[in-house]
């Protein structure tokens, strides 16, 4: 919520309190007066800021705009709207036990309002800083398929409270990015007009407005780390890679390092490929704009809902296609410059230091819907027609054929046959787990190492849910350790002895050390974390220890992949 400018007595200094307990900040660029809230005694928190110009009417469809006016008073204290979100497809899905399909609900983004003015980000902070604090600065990208997620999933209380209790103080920034139709559309129309991928846009404006404002809120703009999940992991290689490799804005760097969380590389076709333009072509004939002389102006000009409906008419990442996903990052050639392997092999990106890696299972909490999968040569068909439109049958069924027919094989891996969803989950489930993550994450890291650089590369595979019936450690578990754990006390006693505490202060204290001093191995651990390319070695976390592990799992995959990849593109 915003209103008129009427705090002049806080101006001439940039930063004030006001009798009330509330935070209150003088932010420069754009002028405002941000009240913010006590999360608890040791954080505050300040809500919904907006970073650029609510994205509606005429500014749908287009690049973010800076906000170029003073916002006066923003009382940041109430939950933001989320971008709009993409609706669930309808399809059968497997059926899990009930005690295991509530472990999925801290994971599963949850919106309280919803709305297409949502360019707006967060800040937690220790309530202790001041303007001359310099604290590091953890930038947060939500995940969510680039179809669904907030700025308010995950909170970033717990996060500040543990970096204060292990003494690496930091400042928590989240924000809000357009997804689904809103910010990935895809097409030549959408090319030629230069509008492509614009919730990546989103995501730098909001990094700019950090840079210019974060000062004020006692962080360190030249300390900036951005972090993220699935989407959001993928995004945090897409910021590193946007333009080309650019990521200075005023002549200084917007971020110093990268962390990226079950997400890194997603090889895709041009945004006006045969793909991005079937979903173009779908949108403006649902919207019943196929006859206008300009499709896109069509789209800008109808009301939210019908364009909402529109864009939700393809299929989205709950149903059937699952992760062939109609929206997602795709080169257009000025913002996405190539496709993120590409990017990758040819160092056309910032040369930051970055932390990679992902669960050991991935891939087990996305295959609920191919319940008529049942045999090899179904697997192979259902990856050619819904994922690599480009490769050939015989490529197909050498891919699918790298994974054993053995259940114990697949994905949960290391459980038995009890444990498949149906005939020959476990294997699709390791096949698309390892496309979209955990191979892919070898592509990023063999080529920083061939490109030679020394800006630091270290990886990490986790199990810390290992032995979790039909999930195992799945997809975006290890960002939700207590809540999870505390479920899974409850429901297998006898399998988890509920020692998340160690967990969390153990990868916490990695990550902290690598947000303050660029370097994971300078904190509270006694373990040392090698870098990746140190005989390929990965940080292993588990359940009860942590240990060093070399990355030499599935290797025959990584070949394939790599061999292959110019047909395996989204």
């Not at 913010?36 to 609510?54: H, L, M, R």
């Not at 919730?199 to 951005?226: H, Y």
């Not at 290391?414 to 955990?438: E, M």
Request: hydrophobic content about 35%; aromatic content about 12%.
């Amino acid at each position: 919520m915003r209103f008129p400018y009427q705090w002049a007595l806080f101006a001439t200094n940039t930063w004030k309190h006001l009798n009330s307990p509330s935070p209150v900040v003088i932010a420069p660029s754009p002028s405002a007066t941000i009240i913010g809230e006590s999360e608890d005694t040791n954080v505050q928190v300040f809500k919904g800021i907006p970073y650029a110009k609510p994205p509606v009417g005429s500014l749908r469809l287009r690049p973010p705009e800076p906000i170029t006016t003073d916002l006066g008073t923003v009382q940041a204290t109430d939950y933001p709207a989320a971008c709009p979100q993409q609706d669930k497809s309808e399809s059968k899905c497997a059926p899990l036990p009930p005690n295991v399909a509530s472990l999925l609900g801290p994971t599963t983004p949850n919106p309280q309002r919803i709305s297409e003015d949502c360019l707006t980000l967060n800040i937690w902070r220790p309530a202790d800083a001041e303007p001359d604090s310099k604290l590091p600065v953890l930038f947060w990208i939500y995940g969510g398929s680039f179809e669904v997620g907030s700025s308010m999933d995950l909170s970033g209380t717990p996060i500040v409270n543990e970096s204060i209790k292990q003494s690496m103080p930091i400042i928590f920034v989240s924000a809000n990015y357009r997804l689904g139709g809103f910010g990935f559309l895809p097409g030549k129309e959408v090319k030629d007009a230069g509008v492509s991928n614009l919730g990546m846009q989103d995501q730098r404006q909001a990094l700019k407005w950090v840079a210019d404002n974060i000062e004020s809120f006692g962080g360190d703009p030249d300390k900036v780390t951005i972090w993220g999940q699935s989407a959001g992991a993928h995004s945090v290689f897409h910021q590193m890679a946007l333009y080309n490799g650019d990521i200075t804005y005023h002549e200084k760097p917007l971020f110093r390092g990268g962390i990226m969380n079950s997400g890194n590389i997603w090889p895709v076709n041009p945004v006006d490929g045969r793909r991005g333009q079937a979903v173009y072509d779908q949108v403006v004939d649902t919207a019943g704009c196929s006859s206008a002389d300009d499709t896109l102006s069509c789209l800008r000009g109808l009301p939210y809902e019908d364009f909402h409906k529109a864009a939700n008419s393809v299929p989205s990442r709950s149903g059937y296609y699952a992760l062939s996903l109609s929206y997602l990052p795709r080169p257009d050639g000025k913002v996405v410059t190539a496709s993120p392997e590409e990017a990758a092999n040819t160092g056309a990106y910032a040369k930051v230091p970055f932390i990679v890696g992902n669960p050991e299972d991935d891939g087990a909490a996305v295959v609920f819907n191919m319940t008529n999968i049942t045999t090899q040569a179904e697997v192979s068909d259902y990856l050619r027609n819904y994922y690599f439109l480009d490769a050939s049958k015989e490529q197909m069924d050498e891919l699918v054929s790298i994974y054993s027919d053995d259940d114990e094989y697949g994905a949960p891996f290391h459980t038995p046959p009890s444990n498949s969803l149906y005939p020959q989950s476990k294997r699709l489930a390791a096949i698309l787990g390892d496309f979209t993550v955990l191979q892919t994450r070898r592509f990023i890291l063999s080529y920083n190492q061939k490109n030679r650089q020394d800006n630091g590369a270290w990886s990490f595979i986790s199990s810390i849910f290992k032995g979790i019936p039909f999930l195992g450690t799945f997809h975006g578990s290890e960002l939700y350790i207590r809540e999870i754990n505390d479920m899974l006390v409850q429901n297998f006693p006898d399998l988890f002895p509920g020692d998340a505490e160690r967990v969390v202060s153990s990868i916490w204290s990695y990550y902290l050390s690598f947000i303050t001093y660029q370097d994971p191995n300078k904190g509270n651990q006694t373990l040392q974390w090698p870098q990746w390319g140190d005989n390929e070695k990965l940080m292993h976390f588990g359940r009860d220890e942590d240990d060093i592990i070399v990355d030499e799992f599935r290797a025959n995959a990584t070949k394939f992949i790599v061999e292959n990849v110019a047909s395996l593109r989204l």
